[in-house]
């Protein structure tokens, strides 16, 4: 199993450019999410899903959008960068049933906004 | 909503000593406690968790203990080797579904030769 897997590593993007960071998983996950991590902080949630088809905002979700068309897939969608936006994004999986299951992350996409 | 505050940011221990990491959390109806540790350019990795039924557990040199009452949980690294540096983090999870988490600020762990 890879786990989850994001691609691309590192971006950088100019102010005003679009983009989408992509996120898959081979652990038949039903919950997905998105979070951001800027320096020195914890992790803020951006978008979550249940499953394919329904999404819902976290935290932080202004500037992004995303969709979950199968389960294995969660793509977050930059639509104007703005150097707000430049930070270390994660994608995440886990199993709704069973309490308490824990969640596996990705290696993060590193993004710089200029 | 969940707010988790972590101590301290910064932590420099000895190699062999003992680390504590310490996290409050204000929703006394989150019942899962989690401790991630995050290794330079990689995402986070799950060490240990705790259950809002339990008050202490241990696995090998790494232990969590919860009070919940006064709402706060540990993380204690006892020997500590130079494979512990890292950045550590706590979270809690809310009670509503989703199972979604809130973290706190993280803990950068550095292990002293």
């Known amino acids: 199993n890879a786990g989850v897997t994001q691609t691309p590593k590192f971006r950088i993007l100019k102010i005003g450019q679009s983009m989408t960071l992509q996120c898959t998983q081979d652990?038949?996950?039903?919950?997905m999410y998105w979070y951001r991590q800027d320096p020195g902080m914890g992790l803020k949630l951006i978008y979550y899903?249940?499953?394919?088809?329904?999404?819902d905002k976290g935290e932080v979700p202004n500037g992004y959008n995303v969709s979950r068309s199968t389960t294995e897939d969660f793509p977050l969608r930059l639509e104007l960068a703005a150097p707000s936006q430049t930070s270390v994004y994660f994608c995440?999986?886990?199993?709704?049933?069973?309490?308490?299951?824990?969640?596996?992350f990705g290696d993060g996409t590193r993004l710089s906004i200029l | 909503g969940e707010n988790v505050e972590q101590h301290p940011s910064t932590l420099s221990v000895q190699e062999g000593d003992s680390a504590v990491i310490k996290c409050t959390y204000s929703?006394?109806?989150?019942?899962?406690f989690p401790w991630y540790k995050q290794e330079l350019g990689k995402g986070p990795q799950l060490i240990i968790d705790?259950?809002?039924?339990?008050g202490e557990k241990k696995d090998q040199r790494i232990a969590v203990t919860l009070n919940k009452t006064a709402k706060h949980f540990s993380l204690h690294i006892t020997e500590t080797q130079p494979e512990d540096s890292a950045v550590y983090f706590c979270?809690?999870?809310?009670?509503?579904?989703?199972?979604?988490?809130?973290f706190g600020q993280g803990t950068r762990l550095t292990i002293n030769p």
């Open positions: 995440a999986s886990t199993l709704s049933e069973g309490f308490q299951q824990p969640q596996h």
């Open positions: 652990m038949n996950h039903n919950y």
């Open positions: 899903s249940v499953g394919a088809g329904i999404t």
């Open positions: 929703d006394s109806a989150s019942n899962y």
């Open positions: 705790i259950r809002s039924n339990v």
């Open positions: 979270a809690a999870r809310l009670i509503q579904g989703a199972q979604k988490l809130v």
